[in-house]
Every structure is written in C-alpha cells, then in structure tokens.
C-alpha cells in the first residue's frame, strides 16, 4: 500500500533515483520490450527495496502531474501479471508486481510497484523483443542497463549474493527462518530451545520461569479462559551472541504462547502523557513474526486464544499505516463516543491490588481503536493509494 505523500515527495525531487522511475502515460503498443525491461531493471534494482514505476509524470513540463484516467493503454495489476507469465524467465521465477492508483493534486496516477524480493537477479531465457535471454539488466542510480548490454559484474554478485542471503544481518536471516517454523527443531534436552535445522547456529527459546520476576496483568490478557500471567524472556541467538530479546507471555494457562504486543499512545492535546495507550504489531515487525512462530494453526485451543489476545491487539499492514493511524487517531478521538456505540462492559473478575476500571477501559479503547482502524483504512485515500 503506497502513501501518496512518498509519491509526492519522489515527484518534488524532480529526478530519477535508485528505486523510482517517472513515465508521462503508459507503454504504448510495440513497446511492450521496454516495459519488461523496465520491470526487469526495477526488480534488480541495488538498493534491496520495492521499486517504482510511476506513471503520471511529465519530465518534460517540470515534472507536473498529468492525469491517466483515459489512458487507453493503462494496464490492471492482472494485466502485468499475464504479461509476465508468458515469457521465458530463467528458474521460471518472476517478478512480483502491482498496480496501485495515486491521487496527486486532483491528478489520477498509476505506480508500478515492482516488489522486493531475494529471488534476483531476473533475467531472460529466451528474448522477449529487443530484451535478450541471460543479460542481466539492473538498475543503477537513476539509469538502467542498455538493453543490449549486461550489468556490471559487481553488481550481479550482489544480485547473486542477495539470492544467498550473503547481504542479510543475522538478525534479518533470523526472521527470514522463523517464517519457517517447520524447518525448526527442538534442542534435546531443553525443550523451550529450538534451532534452524539448516543453520544451527540460530537459535530461539525462553526460560519456563521468568528471570525477572514478573507477575502482573495486563489487560490484553483478561479476556482470556484462564488469565492469570505467566511471563518470560525470549532470546534470539546467533551462536552465543543474543541478537534480540522480547517479553513473552503464556496465555490461557499455557494454551498459546507469545511475545509481549508491543505498546504507543497518542497525544489528542499534543503535551503531556498520552490520552490515549494501546497495544499493537506490524505485520512485518520481528517480533510479529515471533508471535506466527510459537502459534500452532493445528491446535484448536492455541488458535481460540490467540483469537481472544488480538481482540486488544491493533495488527498493522506496516509501520507506515501504523504512524499515519496515530494521526488519524489524534484528529478524531474526540469521536470516540460514537465509535463506543454497543460496546458492552466488560466483564473482568476482580484482581486484588489493582483499577479494574482502569483495565475496563483500556478494553474499550482497544475495541473503539480496532473499530477507528476499520473506518481509517475505508478513508485513507488522501494518505494511501489503494
């Protein structure tokens, strides 16, 4: 999901860049060749991140938007997909592309988001017009490869080595294995171990009793069947070097276990402590590639618990619709009333020592946020492209 204001930021620059390309209109017919190559060249790109192919752009007239809503040539997501399922990549592997609308200034545009990917590099079998078979085109700065050219040799060894996971941190291939969660295996001996069968070295486990001592609720757990806490310390290793520790609970008497949500407010009078604290994940954040990691999709009761905890936790695409739902949250809050609308009191047993009302309405907030999330995701077309 692109945000409109990174496409406008790319635009006010006024040049080509390292992952950004700028195109008046769409290809037109015959030039298909140079649509591929373009793709192509995206996909290789050397900055390790997606690319864009943005199409609404008039480099000739100062970079001004210009409007493609009767462009007969515009091509649909499925279009490209088509298009690139018939020609002869090698490996069969193939770039993965969308088509996301932009609105800039009133102006309709269209952004080719060429994904980011560890399959590179993509190159041809067989030639496709004037783009030929195993020349491997990238994308340098603001200049792609000559069509009739091959990259550089160091920049295919990163390409190469990008594939091999040569170019990734440790923490980055821990995620990318924890994605994996059969290909782990359980430490003889320390049942709570585990390590990545194809790189022992790392490795993930938690203590059964909690190192530091922790014993009290939060409210995220208290829908729970059983909800006393049970908490410890995830570690995430790379040989004996801890690379990430996270809190991480025992839910529902042991029935699922995760990390900890992570936590943020928001400031509705812009000073002091929040107005407003909930709990979230970002689909793409470690420690929600974790909580996918310990949840068993087989064990019905995990899956009824795990249901419950994302009652009072916020789940989003990324951290940039996280920030941007801060934002919308702090201009609407004093909305919630009518987002409250048939949210029941919850039911919490009491729990000696602590504001049960406190709890009551952290849950509310967690239901009316889940509710404002909904609303801001139907009306983010001024922030994002849909």
Known sequence: MIKAEEILNLIELKQEGSYWDFKKQWYEDGHEGDLLHDIICMANNLVNREAYIIIGVDEEKDYCAYDVDNDSHRRTTQNLVDFLRDKKFA?????LVTVEPCK???YNMNVIVVHNSTETPYYLKESFRQVRPHNIYVRVQDTNTPIDRSADISHIEY???????????????????LMHRDMWERCPGYEEQQYYRWAPEYTIGYPLDDPENRDGYEFYIL????????????????????????????????RHFSPCPLIDGVYCRGYGSWDVSYRYWTKDSLEYTVHLFYLDPQNSEAMWSERLLMENVLLFEDENEHQYFNWYVEKHWHQKDMYAKDIREPYVEEIPGYNMDAFKEQIINSQILQRMLIEFRKENSSMYAH
Not at 91 to 95: C, I, Q, S, T, W
Not at 234 to 254: F, N
């Open 159 to 177: 390409l190469w080595k990008k594939r091999f996971g040569m170019i990734q941190t440790p923490i980055e291939k821990m995620q990318q294995f």
């Open 104 to 106: 800039i200034c009133e």
């Open 91 to 95: 490996g069969d592997v193939r770039p």
């Open 223 to 254: 829908n729970q069947t059983d909800s006393r806490p049970h908490w410890t310390i995830i570690q995430l290793k790379y040989h004996q070097t801890i690379l990430r520790d996270m809190s991480g609970i025992m839910l529902d008497g042991g």
